[in-house]
């Protein structure tokens, strides 16, 4: 609705003048009423009205004077003049102040109505041109920011243009930080998300005296915040600004925040740092906030190495294969957790992740029925994991099919580790098996485990692993294998040490066994 304020010293011609037309019907709003000039100003100040109707002779200061007193500082509000008297000069000292129309009094209805509806169309177009306007200068805006946060604009970074430019953009600042928001991985309408956000940060940071700048950086939003963030206090302020403005969707937003540039010239340094911060952060804040905490670094400087995916892999089928979910969550969780301590970024997370989880889960399903079954019967379980949002979405994502698979297996009983053990020695005799590694993944004591293992087999375990690999060395040996062969097969590393093994437990060396055995 457009606001028509009626200025008139005659009470009655104000209040016919407010009742005698329907003015919503119109687009307007009587927002108020003057009795004179003095009010009028008032009136004025305080309501920003789009349309005044102003008697022409009044007490005081008559409505020319009044019009002219108002034209010095706002050129945008309409004017209708009503006056009783039929004088030239009035209507022509009103024409030099760009008034809309000429009324005598006693008002015809259908003149002014006319009137009304073509001030209402020309505000109509004049909205338009300015919302425009405003849309045109934004972009140039945005634009020049972008250029150089991309580091694409012509100017060097000591071209003292960049002064000129920031003054232009109203960013006369003493310091210049690029943030930049995400949304977390997961979800469809993302682009929709992104772009409602960005509307209601240019909406909120608009004008010369904003602290801050919004500027197209896709996939991301960029901000440039004014000064920068220089300590705790202001960045819970921006975390509040920045949840307040983004509403419910402020908990699918995540954001990392670059150097603080001393010029707007040099902040695509700050946007570089900004992005390599993003794409590091899996590990979005867990406390709610869009931005991570001041002391949160690029994990450069101190990143330790990356984890052995194939090494958590088998660590993670043992658990899987002897019914241990809580071990495999454990094993997983650590594995996360090195995975961020090592500086690797969310994409390359969620895709060692994925390794981990579909070389474990093959593994297991060459030997469980019921692992097979779910990869079959829930092909997206593994592709399910790039789709994650964060490091506790991950977590549970990865949980979840750990507890799939033992609800499809059946828990271990303690009474069947022992067992069980004996099954995993004779599949992964080749394996570098560890009584220690095995007790890890049962959440037992090692030593306890083996006086178990010894109870129940009557061999110790390394003892009954020797028995399983020499068993399986003969059928290799008398199929002709060569003796380096055997032993890489059967789990050892040296020929000397599978050798003094195999002479030990056979009474004969490796290749006289051969030689008896593979010509029969």
């Known amino acids: 609705m457009y606001k028509v304020l009626i200025v008139d010293d005659e009470p009655q011609i104000r209040e016919g003048m407010r009742t005698i037309i329907d003015w919503h019907s119109f687009g307007f709003r009587v927002c108020g009423i003057a009795a004179n000039g003095r009010e009028a100003l008032e009136e004025h100040e305080r309501q920003a009205p789009d349309l005044m109707i102003v008697d022409i002779r009044m007490p005081g200061m008559d409505g020319l004077k009044l019009i002219e007193r108002i034209r ?50 020309m505000l109509v177009a004049e909205h338009e041109k300015r919302r425009q306007s405003e849309a045109e200068e934004q972009w140039r805006r945005e634009q020049a920011i972008r250029s150089a946060a991309y580091g694409t604009s012509p100017l060097s970074a000591e071209d003292p ?30 682009g929709r998300l992104l772009a409602s956000v960005k509307r209601k940060l240019a909406e909120r940071f608009a004008g010369q005296s904003a602290t801050a700048a919004v500027f197209p950086a896709d996939p991301y939003i960029g901000l440039v915040i ?80 990356a984890p052995d995916a194939e090494k958590i892999a088998d660590e993670l089928f043992l658990a899987l294969d002897i019914g241990r979910r809580e071990a495999a969550a454990r094993i997983a969780n650590d594995a996360l957790k090195a995975m961020e301590q090592s500086g ?27 692992a097979a079954s779910l990869l079959r019967e829930r092909p997206d379980i593994l592709s399910d994991i790039y789709e994650t949002a964060d490091a506790e979405s991950l977590r549970r994502h990865l949980n979840g099919i750990w507890e799939a698979v033992a ?37 037992y004591n090692s030593g306890y485990l083996g006086k178990l293992f010894k109870s ?54 490796p290749s006289a066994f051969r030689g008896k055995h593979s010509g029969e």
């Open 72 to 121: 010095e500082k706002d050129e945008g509000v309409h004017f209708l003049i009503l006056s009783g008297y039929s004088d030239f000069d009035y209507a022509k000292k009103a024409i030099d102040y760009r008034v809309n129309g000429y009324l005598l009094k006693p008002v015809d209805e259908d003149e002014l109505t006319g009137f009304i509806a073509r001030i209402r169309d």
């Open 161 to 190: 243009s960049w002064d000129a430019l920031a003054a232009r953009l109203g960013m006369e600042w003493n310091g210049y930080q690029v943030v930049l928001l995400a949304a977390k991985r997961g979800g469809e309408d993302d």
């Open 226 to 305: 004014r000064d920068g963030i220089r300590g705790c206090r202001e960045a819970r302020e921006w975390n509040e600004t920045l949840r307040g403005l983004c509403g419910e969707a402020a908990d699918r937003i995540a954001g990392a925040c670059g150097d603080i540039a001393v010029s707007l010239g040099r902040i695509d340094r700050s946007f570089a740092s900004a992005s390599r911060r993003l794409n590091r952060r899996l590990f979005w804040c867990e406390d709610g906030d869009i931005l991570p905490p001041l002391s949160d670094g690029d994990g450069e400087t101190s990143a330790s190495p």
């Open 344 to 370: 690797m970024d969310g994409p390359e997370c969620r895709s060692a992740a994925a390794h981990i989880a579909s070389a474990a889960l093959h593994k297991l399903s060459a030997v469980n029925a019921a």
């Open 407 to 443: 609800e499809r297996s059946g828990a271990a009983q303690p009474e069947r580790i022992v067992k069980q053990m004996k099954e995993l020695i004779h599949r992964n005799y080749d394996q570098n098996l560890k009584l220690e590694t095995l007790a890890e993944v049962f959440h």
């Open 456 to 509: 129940e087999t009557g061999d110790y375990f390394n003892n009954y692993v020797d028995k399983v690999r020499m068993e399986k060395a003969k059928e290799l040996l008398a199929q002709g294998l060569k003796v380096h062969q055997v032993a890489e097969r059967v789990g050892y590393a040296t020929v000397d040490y599978f050798y003094s093994k195999f002479k030990k437990y056979a009474g004969k060396s």
